[in-house]
């Protein structure tokens, strides 16, 4: 069984394991695969160590389960399908750090097979995928859409936003506090591209939901 067989077969074991909502499911790690593998070759990174990390980064999300157990779970997978030590450390590595965890928390990806993952990841936040992300990982946590009678706080650190993003805050404060931070967090050049594009959708978005709200466009 070569290389490729192994991912695919770990593709099939996520696709049966992988929660069912919430803004991380099965078809949110399908889009970080296939976006992942365009921005592997172009990058000329691990494809083989890109796509375990994209398959396997939100098995478990830190946001629901906690860091350590994000790692274990891959980890668990990854020896199950007898992947070499030396793979799965890299792998896990990147595992580990991948997550937006605040606009203040420092960004701990240092190798190009870590950076486009962590870039395909955050890619699927934006555009209109994200802005549906948000509205169905805010249902899943039980957030209130939207509270104009809030101060949105913007670069938290990490326990400020953990605590946001687990249900205290609101999906649009989720926009202000990840979403259009993203844009600037990119890795490699056809991310920044892309990215581009996708975070002036969601600003025109955000622009015609306030519109909406004050019912500026009932004039
Ligand atoms: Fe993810």
Known sequence: MDDQDTVDKIADYVKEHQQKAGGHDWWHIYRVWQTAKILAR???ADIIVVQLAALLHDLA?????????Q???????LK???IDDKTRNRVLDIIANVSFKGGKAKNKIKTIEG?????SDRLDGLGAMGIARVFEYGGTKGMTMHDPTRKIRKNLNKEDYMKSASGEG??????????LLLKDRMNTKTAKRIAKKRHKFVEDYLKEF??????????
Not at 170 to 179: C, D, L, R, Y
């Open 170 to 179: 609101t999906s649009v404060e989720h926009f202000s506090q990840k979403i």
């Open 61 to 69: 999300d830190w946001k629901f389960h906690g860091e350590q157990e």
């Open 80 to 82: 199950k399908f007898d």
């Open 115 to 119: 950076k486009v993952v962590q870039d």
């Open 71 to 77: 790692v274990k779970e891959a980890g668990l997978v």
């Open 42 to 44: 172009k990058e000329k």
């Open 210 to 219: 306030h519109k909406e709200w004050k019912l500026k466009d009932m004039k």
